[in-house]
């Protein structure tokens, strides 16, 4: 035991206390599943708690960890984690959330997606509700382009234009373009189009015109 914060092996298992805002204690790698709910008394997780930061060192969160802390609202995860279980933050009262950059895995039911309104991950902020944000997050790591195109098809225009920046790069505006006008995102293609011509430059007149 660590105070409050039942741990072995550098896992947490279980936490006692009654704080409404908790640091997970340093020296932990992962948050084991169901630390912050009673899987014996129908998943009821810790009502008082209404903030958690997680220190750096941290890996994983387990599944179901938070699941039921109906009045948890703020989280903040460390660059360290890389995977979040199956419902680890269900049914929470978090609205905004940041992903790190180095986050490789989470499940699609690990958040209540119809509380949780706005996901940051990699400079790109932009609505889960009608996305799958797993496919989403593994194509702003790997495919630009593929990331454009799945938040357009979900009808996040308006976050693809606020972040417009983080796609584009010489080889791929062309292809940027194309998705833009493929998917009727009029605006985008015009801000697309004007970036290139303001920053790459059109190989000659025509080429403007085909645009």
Known sequence: M???????????????GKENYIMIPDGVTRIGEYAFCDRKNLCMGIMQIKGVHILEGVVSIGYSAFRNCYNLERVS?????????????????????????????????????????????????????HINVSHAMK?????????MEVLLETGQEQAVIQSVEKFISRKNIDRLICVAIEQKAHELQ???????????KFQDIGEKFKL
């Open 2 to 16: 660590t105070g409050a914060f039942e741990i072995q092996d550098n896992v947490l298992i279980k936490y006692h």
């Open 139 to 147: 194509s702003l790591r790997t495919d630009k382009v593929s990331a």
């Open 77 to 129: 995860l460390p660059e360290s984690l890389v995977r979040i279980e199956s419902f680890a933050f269900r049914n929470t009262n978090i609205k905004e959330l940041a992903f790190p950059d180095n986050l490789r895995y989470i499940n699609d039911d690990a958040f209540h997606y119809p509380c949780l309104k706005k996901v940051s991950y990699r400079g790109v902020t932009f609505s889960p509700y």
């Open 190 to 200: 015009l801000i697309l189009t004007d970036y290139k011509y303001q920053h790459f």
